[in-house]
């Protein structure tokens, strides 16, 4: 991966912290000394200073001594070259600026001019603790995306492509904190969005029956950060946990429909189709929580992922 990708995962990372987010917020307000922030945010000195180097080594925050004090201010030019980092990833030539399904324009495709082909676009993610994740992504002819393919998880030492292509970068944004992905009412389209912004629009080929439709839609309102289990999705679906195993089994598009983060009520893990099976299971969550994965139960986010599934959204 070239180092604006490894910088850009980094910041969608940050950035994903609510914690931080409001920390932003505050300095493009005003200067402000570390102490204000703690206070303004509600948590401890050594807190805010974590916070404030973790942005300070993206080169977000510049910061100034005035006698006794160290005065914390956003460097503006910074924070949106890094915003504008995905959209300067994507391939010349993309038919949007934000739509990364690959394939030439369909209507040149009908005419004739282009002789449509298959793509497979390989690369990988970076995870926590010197390990990374061989992603595949396979396209149809028309350019609308057929499955999401996990490999194998490696030490981060070994060797590595020179470039990872912006869909794989894109689709590691889902992990982070702050992303939201949606499906349209048909299912067709989805997409991520990181803070409200829409970082990756991919059409999808079609083939999912009406349960998995709702179940997956259950899913993609868990987010980064928190588990749910399969009796819950059963209980929303009007199924069986069994049914819903058997339908997350399936999933021809894991994280961007993050089957991962299903879990049994008991608390163990449950199984993982992919190649790493449960062992790259715990890893994404290891890495989506950082200090412990909370269970939506003991939130409100559960509640409205239901009501928006009953809504159809």
């Not at 995905?86 to 002789?115: Q, W």
């Not at 994740?133 to 995306?145: C, K, N, P, Q, T």
């Not at 869909?167 to 969005?193: F, M, N, P, Q, Y």
Request: glycine share 10%; with cysteine; proline share 5%.
């Amino acid at each position: 991966m070239t180092n604006d990708s490894d910088r850009l995962l980094k910041f969608l990372k940050v950035v994903g912290d609510e914690t931080r987010q409001r920390m932003i917020n505050l300095l493009a307000e005003a200067v402000r000394p570390s102490g204000e922030l703690a206070e303004l945010l509600g948590i401890s000195p050594a807190t805010c200073s974590h916070h404030l180097s973790r942005l300070a080594e993206l080169g977000l925050v510049d910061v100034k001594k005035e006698g006794n004090f160290r005065l914390y201010s956003l460097k503006h030019d910074a924070l949106d070259e890094l915003r504008q980092g995905v959209l300067t990833l994507l391939p010349s030539g993309t038919p949007h600026a934000h739509d990364l399904s690959g394939g030439s324009d369909r209507s040149e495709i009908a005419a004739g001019k282009h002789t449509p082909a298959r793509r497979q676009v390989p690369g990988w993610v970076p995870l926590d603790g010197g390990m990374r994740l061989e992603v595949s992504l396979a396209f149809a002819a028309d350019g609308r995306l057929e499955a999401i393919r996990l490999g194998r998880l490696m030490s981060d030492s070994t060797e590595r492509p020179r470039h990872t292509p912006a869909e794989v970068v894109a689709l590691g944004a889902c992990l982070v904190r702050g992303a939201t992905v949606k499906a349209d009412r048909s299912w067709r389209e989805i997409k991520l969005s990181i803070a409200g912004n829409m970082v990756w629009r991919v059409k999808l080929a079609d083939g999912l029956s009406p349960f998995q439709q709702q179940v997956f839609r259950q899913l993609m309102g868990v987010p980064a950060g928190y588990t749910t289990t399969y009796g819950r999705l059963s209980e929303a679906a009007n199924s069986s946990p069994r049914a819903v195993g058997r339908a997350v089994a399936r999933n021809p598009w894991p994280l961007l429909v993050p089957c991962h983060r299903v879990v049994q009520t008991g608390g163990g893990l449950g199984g993982y189709s992919a190649p790493a099976g449960t062992a790259l299971k715990g890893k994404l969550l290891a890495f989506e929580a950082g200090s412990g994965t909370r269970d939506l139960r003991d939130v409100r986010e559960v509640h409205d992922t239901q009501r928006d599934s009953q809504e159809g959204r």
